[in-house]
């Protein structure tokens, strides 16, 4: 997202995103970088059994406190055959529905700065795991609780094909939820208890 | 969830959790391994900007193709302010709904398996981003794309108080999200493009 433009190549909106505005914000955000300090969040509550629900809303951005247009809400749980009721897909799927989202909105923004018109965009990710890990079962010490490994597939259909493949680079090395996936991040957990 | 139990103090249902059911699976996957390996999986299609849209349905485990209950879509998106249209969390929000729900669920198994009764299990959870990294703007080489730091904070009541905090921790130490999160996993990204 960082391109060298020009107006001429750029209408105010391709593949529905507003580059106008986006070269706007990266100027601000040059200007002063306090702008791009964010924190999401979530909230949790569990309901029963693996059933859960999350909401979505406030985060704080551009220097203040803000929210999304609406409070959005999304149930997780575990499919019968992992003893749960099915009200939701897993945690863990939420994790690739993130890797796939992230990486589309990366290669929109990219293809967009870059003066490609895309047509289509679509994915498939799929992650591995061996429930051995978290049912406290492998007792050879070799398999982790999360996925072993995670696969993508993008396929784009765009007006400038040579560079469809280098917009989905460009995207996984400017990705947010790719980073976060494979780096990791620290993660700190802090309990609060209280007898009923 | 690997904790030795005798019937006698758990009923066949605790916290929602179908302990019997739970513990009969234990057994199973014991007998025969090949029956934890799964396959979880999203689609994903672009829609217009960073709007997307994943369907989670199908998934492989205990030695065959299976499917949730019904085929469930999220959306995601960038708020206005990251120059989206707000028709969804962000990507980085379902990975800490991700954490959320997947403790959430551990805690309410757990607590199931050793006896301890829960009223009420709720958390918050939050990650710091800063954009300068995912902009490309940083010149430093020290932002990152993803998150910089998750906390979570959880609040529980349960009729054992002495035992939930150590619930909390033992969920951690089975997660498979947390997992994922903290130590990262392997990403592998194919791409097949056409001209439009």
Request: proline share 4%.
């Given at each position: 997202m960082s391109d060298t433009m020009?107006?001429?190549?750029?209408?105010?909106?391709r593949n529905g995103v507003d580059t106008a505005t986006l070269f706007a914000t990266l100027d601000a955000v040059k200007g002063n970088p306090e702008i791009a300090k964010f924190q999401f969040r979530a909230t949790n509550t569990w309901i029963s059994g693996t059933h859960n629900r999350s909401t979505i809303h406030g985060f704080y951005g551009a220097m203040q406190e803000m929210e999304h247009r609406e409070a959005r809400s999304f149930d997780a749980d575990h499919p019968a055959v992992l003893?749960?009721?099915d009200n939701g897909p897993t945690p863990v799927e939420f994790l690739l529905h993130?890797?796939?989202a992230c990486l589309t909105a990366g290669i929109a923004n990219i293809a967009a700065a870059?003066?490609?018109?895309?047509?289509?965009?679509?994915?498939?990710?799929e992650g591995d795991i061996d429930l051995m890990g978290i049912l406290g079962l492998d007792r050879t010490g070799t398999v982790r609780n999360g996925f072993q490994e995670i696969r993508a597939t993008f396929t784009l259909a765009g007006d400038d094909d040579g560079q469809l493949e280098q917009v989905v680079r460009q995207s996984m090395a400017r990705s947010a939820v790719f980073d976060v996936l494979t780096n990791g991040v620290p993660v700190s957990i802090d309990v609060a208890t209280a007898a009923a």
């Open positions: 020009n107006s001429a190549a750029n209408p105010a909106v003893v749960g009721s993130a890797l796939a870059r003066g490609v018109n895309l047509t289509s965009v679509s994915s498939t990710v």
